[in-house]
T-cell receptor, first 116, second 110 residues
Framework: NAGVTQTPKFQVLKTGQSMTLQCAQD?????MSWYRQDPGMGLRLIHY???????DQGEVPNGYNVSRSTTEDFPLRLLSAAPSQTSVYFC???????????????FGAGSRLTVL | GEDVEQSLFLSVREGDSSVINCTYT??????LYWYKQEPGAGLQLLTY?????DMKQDQRLTVLLNKKDKHLSLRIADTQTGDSAIYFC??????????FGSGTRLQVQP
């Protein structure tokens, strides 16, 4: 199993450009989410999805769009990149354990984005 | 995440115990988690504790939960250089995503 795969690993954009960060999971997980990681601020939730066709906003959704047309894929779109979106982005997937009830996230390796 | 707080840095000597602390604000959290992030990598789950438990032990890891004070701690016994990483505590409430703390960078000196 590949787990959670993110592409690209690195990207440099100019202000105003748009791009899509790809995320795919092969574990048939219901839940998927996008976080950004900035120094000293931990991980902040951008958007999440509880199943195909269902998405919701997290803590810092402005400037980002998501869609979930399949269980496997959860792309994150930057509409018009800004320097404030320079960050490391992590995609995660999870399913609530039937016996434990815990929501254990599996993370991708991250995508480092620089906006000039 | 603004609702989960951790100190930013901890330095210990190899062989000592490390204690990483976390405070959270949402008393309805059902589970609390500890994740580890090594340089250049994503986060990996270390352990989690159900909110009706006070303590959970898993090999060198001991998690203590004080629900009254909304305080969570992770103790690593016999800390090794390979334990050097950033440690995040996290909570989940109603939604199917987690709220993370800012992370504690653990430095283990030989």
């Amino acid at each position: 199993n590949a787990g959670v795969t993110q592409t690209p690993k690195f990207q440099v954009l100019k202000t105003g450009q748009s791009m899509t960060l790809q995320c795919a999971q092969d574990m048939n997980h219901e839940y998927m989410s996008w976080y950004r990681q900035d120094p000293g601020m931990g991980l902040r939730l951008i958007h999440y999805s509880v199943g195909a066709g269902i998405t919701d906003q997290g803590e810092v959704p402005n400037g980002y769009n998501v869609s979930r047309s399949t269980t496997e894929d959860f792309p994150l779109r930057l509409l018009s990149a800004a320097p404030s979106q320079t960050s490391v982005y992590f995609c995660a997937s999870s399913v609530v354990g039937q016996s434990s009830g815990a929501n254990v996230l599996t993370f991708g390796a991250g995508s480092r984005l620089t906006v000039l | 995440g603004e609702d989960v707080e951790q100190s930013l840095f901890l330095s210990v000597r190899e062989g000592d115990s490390s204690v990483i602390n976390c405070t959270y604000t949402d008393s309805s959290s059902t589970y609390l988690y500890w994740y580890k992030q090594e340089p250049g990598a994503g986060l990996q789950l270390l352990t989690y504790i159900f909110s009706n438990m006070d303590m959970k032990q898993d090999q060198r890891l001991t998690v203590l939960l004080n629900k009254k004070d909304k305080h969570l701690s992770l103790r690593i016994a016999d800390t090794q250089t390979g334990d050097s990483a950033i440690y995040f505590c996290a909570e989940n409430t109603g939604r199917r995503a987690l709220t993370f703390g800012s992370g504690t960078r653990l430095q283990v000196q030989p």
